[in-house]
């Protein structure tokens, strides 16, 4: 069973930071990608940032400068650190693994984890 976990979510006010946390079983962690996205009431879910097995990250162009995605293996854990919240940034935030076995990749969600951020 795959299990994705995330924690950290809150009520912030714009300016301030979280930390979100996705705890993951059931899948080689070390070996696959993981990405954090969002979705706003009303609005398609979105990607916010990826980081590689081997490291390498990507955000989207509204984050970039302000979060930071990373990831540590001995926990089996991604991180998504965010600092200068803005109100827009208000959605619920969700950990996704896309694991490839064989020729079919299965898509991994968490349940979600709320951030919200007022002005």
């Known amino acids: 069973q795959v299990h994705l976990v995330e924690s950290g979510g809150d009520l912030v006010q714009a300016g301030g930071s979280l930390r979100l946390s996705c705890a993951v079983s059931?899948?080689?962690?070390?070996?696959?990608?993981m990405g954090w996205y969002r979705q706003a009431p009303g609005k398609q879910r979105e990607l916010v940032a990826s980081?590689?097995?081997?490291?390498?990250?990507n955000y989207a162009d509204s984050v970039k400068g302000r979060f930071t995605v990373s990831r540590d293996g001995a926990k089996n854990t991604v991180y998504l650190q965010m600092n200068n919240l803005k109100p827009e940034d208000t959605a619920v935030y969700f950990c996704?693994?896309?694991?490839?076995?064989?020729?079919?990749?299965?898509?991994?969600w968490g349940q979600g984890t709320q951030v919200t951020v007022s002005s």
């Open positions: 996704n693994s896309d694991v490839r076995r064989g020729p079919t990749v299965y898509k991994y």
């Open positions: 059931g899948i080689i962690f070390s070996a696959n990608a």
């Open positions: 980081i590689t097995s081997g490291g390498m990250t």
